[in-house]
């Protein structure tokens, strides 16, 4: 076992290796299965939502939804399929520009990175932290919001050239990178990715020869190569293999560290593997959230409760 699962396992006091192997059923979820909450002291904002609607078409998807998601925490979006999860999440980095017939209305606001939480690792200094930024807005430059939202899709979906293509292409669109910088961007995103070692001799070979597991570990090294605040990540273990998806969880719980990180999962373990703050959606509208031990120990509503403890969804 490697050092990250290690320090996970010592977390979460009883992680099976391959999580899927032994997943249980969501009513077979204890106390004992869900981690501690690590940090502690008040939550910064990192994208504040509030009052928001969203249609397609006539079709009202969510409703009123308020939601504060921290900065440089995991939150979990749960909820039974069609409550709205993944069209909150492309919301949030404006994927559903690309629906003619999807809208919004309300609040969603990319909060400025107070000075003393900006982090000194970066891929680039490029971006302008120290503003909100109205995500709904037509003003708002999406090019250069997306920058700030990387987003990973269920299905890995790497482009059809070569490794280091992939991950230098945002860098080449957006950031006057030297040769030489971009080969250390490169590595510095493999690297995060945790992907450099079983790529490094092999950069220059297509990406669409690689596993799964190291597809979707592309993609994450792809989207943090530009630098982003917010990863998105919609069902990013859904078309893995038990040892991928541990492999992309312990990934999860390193970046943690330095991005804030959504992640849309129908799986309950691994919301309360690596959330710390898990809200539960139930048709378009936020029932519940609070700390991942709070939601799955001691939900305030029946719903959220019988969906945790598997009695529907
Ligand atoms: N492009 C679209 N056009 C019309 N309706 C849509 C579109 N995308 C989603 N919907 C509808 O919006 C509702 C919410 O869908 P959404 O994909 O956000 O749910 P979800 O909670 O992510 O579901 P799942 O867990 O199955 O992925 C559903 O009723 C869905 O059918």
């Known amino acids: 076992m490697d050092t990250t699962s290690e320090r996970r396992d010592t977390r979460l006091g009883l992680l099976p290796e391959n999580p899927l192997e032994t997943e249980p059923t969501p009513s077979r979820i204890t106390l004992s299965s869900v981690r501690d909450t690590e940090h502690e002291g008040p939550a910064v904002p990192c994208v504040e939502i509030a009052n928001f609607n969203a249609w397609y078409g006539d079709f009202q998807a969510i409703h009123d939804l308020s939601l504060i998601i921290p900065h440089n925490r995991v939150t979990a979006f749960i909820g ?69 939202v990387g987003i990973v899709f269920q299905k890995p979906n790497p482009f059809p050239k070569s490794i280091y293509q992939n991950v230098a292409f945002g860098p080449r669109l957006h950031l006057n990178t030297s040769r030489q910088d971009l080969d250390e961007l490169v590595e510095w995103s493999l690297r995060k990715a945790a992907l450099w070692d079983e790529v490094k001799d092999r950069l220059h070979q297509s990406a669409l020869g690689l596993s799964g597991g190291q597809q979707q570990r592309l993609c994450i090294a792809r989207a943090i190569a530009v630098g982003p605040e917010v990863l998105l990540m919609d069902e990013p273990c859904s078309a893995l293999d038990p040892a991928s998806t541990d492999r992309i969880e312990n990934l999860i719980y390193e970046l943690r560290e330095q991005y804030t990180i959504v992640i849309v999962t129908h799986s309950m373990q691994q919301a309360s593997r690596v959330s710390d703050q898990t809200a539960f959606f139930f048709q378009g509208k936020l029932i519940e959230s609070g700390t991942t031990e709070q939601i799955f120990t001691t939900p305030k509503n029946s719903q959220t409760e019988d969906y945790v403890t598997g009695k529907f969804g």
């Open 80 to 148: 039974p399929s069609g409550c709205g999860k993944s069209t909150l999440l492309k919301w949030i980095n404006r994927m559903n520009d690309v629906v003619p017939s999807a809208r919004a209305e309300g609040k969603l606001i990319l909060k400025a990175i107070p000075a003393e939480e900006q982090g000194e690792e970066s891929a680039s200094n490029h971006r302008d932290q120290s503003v909100d930024t109205d995500v709904l807005a037509h003003s708002t430059d999406v090019v250069a919001m997306r920058r700030r």
